[in-house]
Nanobody, 114 residues
Framework: QVQLVESGGGLVQPGGSLRLSCAAS????????MGWYRQAPGKQRELVAA???????NYADSVQGRFTISRDNAKNTIYLQMNSLKPEDTAVYYC????????WGQGTQVTVSS
């Protein structure tokens, strides 16, 4: 069974921080690169950050130095620590493996606004 459950979003002022969590089913999590994706209104979904099973990370240029992806293999969970948030980070954030499955969770809304 496939499960991806994102949480932790909310409304935050520019410059603020949020930490997102994603609980994934073990059959997805244990053998795959996992990633955080986001989709802003009127835009295509984009990959924000990815982490391998061994902990190697990659980031989109737009979030490099501000976001940190991590994973807890014992909990089948990945996290996204987001600092120095900007209004352009406003989007629905999703987790998925990389490359993605056809299945997506419900996502978590992040709104950066004063």
């Amino acid at each position: 069974q496939v499960q991806l459950v994102e949480s932790g979003g909310g409304l935050v002022q520019p410059g603020g921080s949020l930490r997102l969590s994603c609980a994934a089913s073990r059959n997805i999590f244990s053998v795959n690169v996992m990633g955080w994706y986001r989709q802003a209104p009127g835009k295509q979904r984009e990959l924000v950050a990815a982490i391998s099973t061994g902990g190697r990370t990659n980031y989109a240029d737009s979030v490099q130095g501000r976001f940190t992806i991590s994973r807890d293999n014992a909990k089948n969970t990945i996290y996204l620590q987001m600092n120095s948030l900007k209004p352009e980070d406003t989007a629905v954030y999703y987790c998925n493996r990389y490359p993605t499955l056809d299945y997506w969770g419900q996502g978590t809304q992040v709104t950066v606004s004063s």
